[in-house]
């Protein structure tokens, strides 16, 4: 006998403040004789403002005895909860990790979450865990190769959604968070952008790390490296992380970024000689002195589609070639970043948007 089953997906928006603690995305279906609501709760619009609908649909089912235990039920002991956040489509899986300072996956089952195909799909997997040195809390990130970087623009933003969604606080907060760059200050706005202190940039060429010889005190700034047989000028800067900024090269002095083929050139920066700990590449575009166009090829994730760091780095690295004002626009393929390089206290100030997408559990 086929049964009649009514299947409601709510794909719910809480209000602003509605507690975020990761839910799994299966549970149990209940059935009787003649109907069974499968409550598989789609948590996508975490974030304010999203639409909520609903969909109801009948199906035929097969008759069959499915107790309390089912199959979803019990992969719960083995799953991870997590929440998936944007900043301008550069994506992330983000753990509620509050309770223990040791990530609960490793970089091995990152590597996993993050494929786009055989896994959830993210740049990266960032931590929540709890502060060191009197800070409110820690984040650790995982690149998508399972590489650990020390820190990341965009994915600090993310942060600090997700905190605020955890502690459910709501309106404009600011936390102070140790990364691996060491303390790192977002403030959620009342727009819901988040500002971000990402502290003073280095320039120290063997503190970025590079082995390029210093050409500027003691920075690299529009030095030549070949890449490929090109010779490329390149400023490198690191946001503790390492970053490597290039306008131009002999060929072309002005880059129209958009030709280039990053998927050919960016692994030769990432890998090349003169940057022991790898690098971050941005190649950049100036349309005016306060509006920077730039592509970015990640260390340990490839091309993504905006990078914070890098976004930093740029405008640091615009101001030292005299490409570029303190204050500028910096537009990536996922959307427009606000940069200022701050004369007075040193310190790098970036803004920009940060959205929850899904929450869901991934099976371990
Ligand atoms: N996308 C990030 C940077 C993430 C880390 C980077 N791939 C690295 O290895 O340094 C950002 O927004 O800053």
Redesign the pocket.
Known sequence: MALSAAIHLPITSPSRGTRLNPVPVFRSASFSPVSYPVAVSIHKGIAPRVPSFRISMALQAPEKNLGASSFLDRRESGVLHFVKYH?LG?DFILVDNRDSSEPRITPEQAVKFCDRNFGIGA??VIFAMPGINGTDYTMR?F?SDG?E???????VRCFARFIAELENLQGKHRFTVHTGAGLIVPEIQDDGKVTVDMGEPILKASDVPTRLSPNKGESVVKSELEVDGVSWDVTCVSMG??HCVTFGNKDAQNLMIDKLNLAEIGPKFEHHEMFPART?TEFVQVFSKSHLKMRVW????GA?L?????ACAVVVAAVLEGRAGRTCTVDLPGGPLEIEWRETDNHVYMTGPAEAVFSGSAFL
């Open positions: 900043g550069n740049d990266g990130i690149n590489s970087p020390e820190m990341c623009g965009n994915g992380n390492p971050n990640e260390r340990g994730a993504t905006a990078c914070g760091t890098g």
